[in-house]
């Protein structure tokens, strides 16, 4: 099982238990995910990522389970150097969230990142939020992404793949649905905000747009892990159905 969404380092909003190395392969250990596709947290909401990936590379580096995931910021100078350093780490996928970072989300710089990934063949990771509106803290003033701004990141580049996370049902549909085919097939979603039973979000997205669009994730530390697996758990997939979500479709996905 491989997690495409998990979190390295503290949340500078709250104290958050388990952000440790050796906290989050014991959680990966109980709920038996294999793999981890992790970026440090509290990157996101610094100027410059720099020094947050070179900590990510160096634990990832002492432990197979982990692969790095690395912030790029498409605003700062060394940024397409952020990207081809993350393909020589073989980095499964870099990240951005712009609207942590403080840019337009579908600006110039952005849709430059975008084009990069897509003729680097490296996929491009982004958070439609971290946590509820309702939580936050006061400082924690960063919007979510919106669909509009999902689709018109995927038309910047016609060979880029996107990893959207923390997303829901209402959102998904709004983009693929508002997609042509060609750009719906480029899009994966995590599962870590889709409602699962007794609601039937998750199951209904999965015949309606098909498994081969999902991936695992989890969102863990900020979120329990166990959650995800239950999801799965309460529905009655075919072992056909359910491994490409699990790892197939993360595994053809990552850079190799």
């Known amino acids: ?34 793999t981890a596709w992790v970026s440090h947290l509290t990157t996101l909401f610094w100027r410059d990522p720099a020094a947050g990936n070179r900590w990510l590379y160096e634990v990832t580096a002492q432990e197979p389970k982990l692969r790095p995931v690395p912030a790029v910021h498409p605003g700062m100078g060394d940024w397409l150097e952020a990207i081809e350093e993350a393909i020589a780490r073989d980095a499964p996928c870099v990240r951005c969230d712009p609207n942590f970072f403080g840019l337009a989300p579908t600006g110039a710089e952005v849709r430059a990142l975008v084009a990069a990934c897509g003729e680097r063949n490296l996929p491009l990771l982004t958070a439609v939020r971290l946590e509820d ?11 979510d992404l919106t669909p509009a701004q999902v689709r018109t990141l995927i038309r910047a580049h016609p060979k880029t793949r996107i990893v959207v996370t923390h997303a829901d049902r209402e959102f998904i549909e709004q983009v693929h649905y508002g997609s042509t085919p060609q750009e719906a097939n480029r899009i994966f979603w995590d599962i870590c905000w889709i409602w699962g039973p007794p609601e039937d979000h998750l199951e209904h997205l999965l015949q309606s747009i098909g498994p081969e669009r999902f991936v695992f994730g989890t969102g863990q530390p900020l979120r329990l892990p166990e959650t995800s697996v239950a999801k799965l758990d309460l529905i009655d997939l075919a072992p056909e159905t359910r491994r490409p979500i699990e790892s197939g479709t993360a595994t053809g996905l990552g850079r190799r």
Do not use: C, K, W
């Open 1 to 34: 099982m491989i997690d495409v969404n998990a979190f390295l380092g503290p949340y500078p909003f709250r104290q958050v238990p388990g952000t440790s190395p050796e906290d989050l392969l014991r959680a990966m250990a109980r709920v038996r995910i294999d």
């Open 133 to 143: 509106g309702r939580q936050r803290h006061p400082n924690d003033t960063a919007r």
